[in-house]
């Protein structure tokens, strides 16, 4: 998918750790946001940026928290991982009638 | 309730046929996008097709195009000359209040698995 950098592809993390999930994009878009993945249930929001500076809550944000400072990057953290983030992670930055997605990052917390 | 519903949890389909998957929405806003996205085993999102509720005409990309039907609020993803490589999940999303100002959430439907026969 054009212009989405999204990594990494796999993590496995242990009940209690923390790591980031980074997204890039280079198509100048102010809209990107976080979805997570769940078997039968479709791709839910997690967090938003509407630009710069600018984050807020999606639907299921609990245990999550982002930030943008360019517009070119909004990076996903999990503080404290628990097994039920165990899930498919899709970064997305949108424009008007454009909505593309970075590759996906499988993350299993054991 | 659902604001993306779709109805079919899997379709089957020759190759070289055409097939519709089903999409209905819910929203009292008159502005918003529908999109739909295919994805492979492979896991990525891959963007297929968008409509606007005020396009006038149903759009079309290839050998995908969108059957839109404002009044029933339907919007269903039609493939023409199904490939083996179609076989994959397929998602309609919707976004509501477009234009100025607008809110660039993406509510998803369930997805329809399409599984292509030789």
């Known amino acids: 998918n054009a212009g989405v950098t999204q990594t990494p592809k796999f993590q496995v993390l242990k009940t209690g750790q923390s790591m980031t999930l980074q997204c890039a994009q280079d198509?100048?878009?102010?809209?990107m946001s976080w979805y997570r993945q769940d078997p039968g249930m479709g791709l839910r929001l997690i967090h938003y940026?509407?630009?710069?500076?600018?984050?807020d809550q999606g639907e299921v944000p609990n245990g999550y928290n982002v930030s943008r400072s360019t517009t070119e990057d909004f990076p996903l953290r999990l503080l404290s991982a628990a097994p039920s983030q165990t899930s498919v992670y899709f970064c997305?930055?949108?424009?008007?009638?454009?909505?593309?997605f970075g590759q996906g990052t499988r993350l299993t917390v054991v | 309730a659902q604001k993306i519903t779709q109805t079919q949890p899997g379709m089957f389909v020759q190759e070289k046929e055409a097939v519709t998957l089903d999409c209905t929405y819910d929203?009292?806003?008159?502005?918003?996008?529908l999109f739909w996205y295919k994805q492979p085993s492979s896991g990525e999102m891959i963007f297929l097709i968008y409509?606007?509720?005020?396009?006038?005409q149903n759009a079309t990309e290839g050998r995908y195009s969108l059957n839109f039907q404002k009044a029933r609020k339907s919007a269903n993803l039609v493939i023409s000359a199904s490939q083996l490589g179609d076989s994959a999940m397929y998602f309609c999303?919707?976004?509501?209040?477009?234009?100025?100002?607008?809110?660039?959430?993406?509510?998803f439907g369930k997805g329809t698995l399409l599984t292509v026969n030789p």
């Open positions: 997305a930055s949108t424009r008007n009638t454009e909505a593309f």
């Open positions: 198509m100048n878009h102010e809209y």
């Open positions: 940026s509407v630009g710069a500076g600018i984050t």
């Open positions: 929203t009292s806003d008159p502005s918003y996008g």
């Open positions: 409509q606007g509720s005020y396009d006038q």
């Open positions: 999303a919707m976004r509501e209040g477009v234009g100025g100002g607008s809110n660039y959430k993406l509510t």
